[in-house]
T-cell receptor
Framework: DAGITQSPRHKVTETGTPVTLRCHQT?????MYWYRQDPGHGLRLIHY???????DKGEVSDGYSVSRSKTEDFLLTLESATSSQTSVYFC????????????FGQGTRLTVV | GDSVTQMEGPVTLSEEAFLTINCTYT??????LFWYVQYPGEGLQLLLK?????DKGSNKGFEATYRKETTSFHLEKGSVQVSDSAVYFC??????????????FGKGTHLIIQP
């Protein structure tokens, strides 16, 4: 158990509405990540954080923003959800720091209708 | 940028068969390499890793060797079980000067083991 909790686990939302997904870790690890998983694409990095208020973009960051005001929480926001953002979203931590293995949460299945 | 290529499958085998899932990569620098496994409805679990050339990672009967000369990290198991049915992902870590942090994943290989 990596001590990562994602909420909600499932969500259905309408196109154009804002959505926030939460990732909570029980340890004080610096490195946290948001990925999305889609058939035929594997996992792709959306945003990551290397400390409180320190965040950066990943491969597929358009349409997403993140915030990290506390070490244990990393929030992913879809400012105005679109159908192309229907996906499974995973949060991960890297206790060993940059370049080391990641441990994943259980995922959030988001459907935008 | 960094990339990982693996067979997507599905790969269907009979129980006790030998398994190989190929993984090749492109990266600047010297990444660490990983295999993850995902069971239905769950998150990804780290299966094994290797951090430098010629390292062999192993876990639960699975093995993979970091081959720098062929830029490969093929996953093998001598005798698969029905419980090994899952999706397997090959991944590499970001390298110094290699752009964004985080792991780069292959598209995943769906493995089905029949009794």
């Amino acid at each position: 158990d990596a001590g990562i909790t994602q909420s909600p686990r499932h969500k259905v939302t309408e196109t154009g509405t804002p959505v926030t997904l939460r990732c909570h870790q029980t340890e004080n690890h610096r490195y946290m990540y948001w990925y999305r998983q889609d058939p035929g694409h594997g996992l792709r990095l959306i945003h990551y954080s290397y400390g409180v208020k320190d965040t950066d973009k990943g491969e597929v960051s358009d349409g997403y923003s993140v915030s990290r005001s506390k070490t244990e929480d990393f929030l992913l926001t879809l400012e105005s959800a679109t159908s192309s953002q229907t996906s499974v979203y995973f949060c991960a931590i890297s206790p060993g720091g940059r370049g080391t293995e990641a441990f994943f949460g259980q995922g959030t299945r988001l459907t935008v209708v | 940028g960094d990339s990982v290529t693996q067979m997507e499958g599905p790969v269907t085998l009979s129980e006790e068969a030998f398994l190989t899932i190929n993984c090749t990569y492109t990266a600047t620098g010297y990444p660490s390499l990983f295999w993850y496994v995902q069971y239905p409805g769950e998150g990804l679990q780290l299966l094994l890793k290797a951090t430098k050339a010629d390292d062999k990672g192993s876990n639960k009967g699975f093995e993979a060797t970091y081959r720098k000369e062929t830029t490969s990290f093929h996953l093998e198991k001598g005798s698969v079980q029905v419980s090994d049915s899952a999706v397997y992902f090959c991944a590499l870590s970001g390298t110094e000067g290699g752009g964004a942090d985080g792991l780069t994943f292959g598209k995943g290989t769906h493995l089905i083991i029949q009794p």
